[in-house]
């Protein structure tokens, strides 16, 4: 198997970095200058800013389970799954450019996560949007990258020629 370009490496690994820059950077931010659950109204009532310390998953989900089940579902198996998606990610060469952007957003948005759970104990969430008909949970930068990857991923899937099949006689 060949490996991959040298600029089309560095271009995956300076994008890992960025999703996960802007992640870290923007929390560092937030944990230094807003106390926890402090409101900061950026645009009237639609998009606040509230620092909240998540234990769980999204949403809280999770955050009282037992710390050893905690670990293993939201530390253990990340840090697996996130291992095996760099090692596709930097394998695979015929991958499309659009599965590649998409899988360094999903993969930098999750180590950022999982670096949170393993330095701090809990993620840093603090992003609220309210627009009356779609309200959102405190959310982090590290869930914009997740969500931008799985929705770039799904684009790519929508976009991919199906296979054709042989006609049944």
Not at 66 to 91: E, H, K, N, W
Request: proline residues 3%.
């Amino acid at each position: 198997m060949k490996a991959h370009k040298p600029l089309t490496l560095l271009t995956l690994i300076f994008l890992l970095c960025l999703n996960l820059g802007c992640d870290q950077v923007s929390k560092i931010v937030v944990r230094k200058n807003i106390d926890t659950y402090q409101q900061i109204v950026l645009i009237k009532d639609r998009f606040i800013l509230t620092k909240v310390e998540n234990t769980g998953a999204f949403l809280s989900a999770g955050s009282n389970l037992p710390d050893f089940v905690r670990t293993i579902l939201l530390t253990i198996l990340p840090i697996a799954v996130l291992l095996y998606g760099l090692y596709f990610l930097f394998s695979q060469k015929k991958l499309s450019r659009l599965m590649q952007i998409g899988l360094c957003f999903l993969i930098g948005g999750g180590i950022g996560n999982v670096f949170d759970r393993i330095i701090y104990g809990s993620v840093t969430d603090f992003m609220h949007m309210d627009f009356v008909l779609f309200r959102t949970g405190i959310f982090n930068m590290a869930d914009v990258s997740i969500m931008t990857g799985i929705g770039l991923l799904l684009l790519e899937a929508l976009l991919k020629p199906k296979a054709t099949t042989p006609a049944q006689v």
